[in-house]
């Protein structure tokens, strides 16, 4: 089946450590997606990537850091740096719009609830 | 910068009632697209409709349907006769199509609308 899958669902981090949280897809989606949501917040995007080897900062980049070596895969690395980093982390991709009218939703994986221990 | 500021935190109603789900966004761009989508307690989210800018008719998909104004910036949501199975978060969500920006969502803070039997 197509699709994002996101792994691990549920994982906890001790305090100064990094961990990295993976997102696979299979619908050879060239834009790539990192999203945090918190309760009462909404979705706040971390990082994007339109294209392997390349990515940029979104809005609440500070203490994240990303790779996408291949088009199929773009971890997230939650670092020691993220002072309050417990929340639900969503990945997401899209096809990458190359003109205006182009449809481009986004489709999510399940999702990975991280928590400080 | 854009805005989606969804007015209503949480909505509980009982079943067969018809409810409403508030969205209203701000941009400076011309040409944008329109979203909601549904995060049930799983917590992936389900795609459920796209709007474009240009297009101003309202949709209607078995029970759901939208209602876009331009003139006041609002995209509303519309559940006829509700069902237990519509208990999620609902996100509204905005994005606009030229420059860099292809892909990126911003999201409103969700509302939480739950149906009682």
């Known amino acids: 089946d197509g699709g994002i899958t996101q792994s691990p669902k549920y994982l906890f981090r001790k305090e100064g450590q990094n961990v990295t949280l993976s997102c696979e897809q299979n619908l050879n989606h060239d834009a790539m997606y990192w999203y945090r949501q918190d309760p009462g917040q909404g979705l706040r995007l971390i990082y994007y990537s339109q294209i392997v080897n390349d990515f940029q900062k979104g809005d609440i980049a500070e203490g994240y850091s990303v790779s996408r070596e291949k088009k199929e895969s773009f971890p997230l690395t939650v670092t020691s740096a993220q002072k309050n980093p417990t929340a639900f982390y969503l990945c997401?991709?899209?096809?990458?719009?190359?003109?205006?009218?182009?449809?481009?939703?986004?489709?999510f994986g399940q999702g990975t609830r991280l928590t400080v221990v | 910068a854009q805005k989606v500021t969804q007015a209503q935190t949480e909505i509980s109603v009982v079943e067969k009632e018809d409810v409403t789900l508030d969205c209203v966004y701000e941009t400076r761009d011309t040409t944008y697209y329109l979203f909601w989508y549904k995060q049930p307690p799983s917590g992936e989210l389900v795609f459920l409709i796209r709007?474009?800018?240009?297009?101003?008719q309202n949709e209607i998909s078995g029970r759901y349907s939208w209602n876009f104004q331009k003139s006041t910036s609002s995209f509303n949501f519309t559940i006829t006769a509700s069902q237990v199975v519509d208990s999620a978060v609902y996100f509204c969500a905005l994005r606009n199509a030229g420059g860099t920006s292809y892909g990126k969502l911003t999201f409103g803070q969700g509302t939480i609308l739950t149906v009682h039997p």
């Open positions: 997401a991709s899209s096809l990458l719009a190359r003109t205006a009218t182009m449809n481009t939703e986004a489709f």
């Open positions: 709007r474009n800018s240009f297009d101003e």
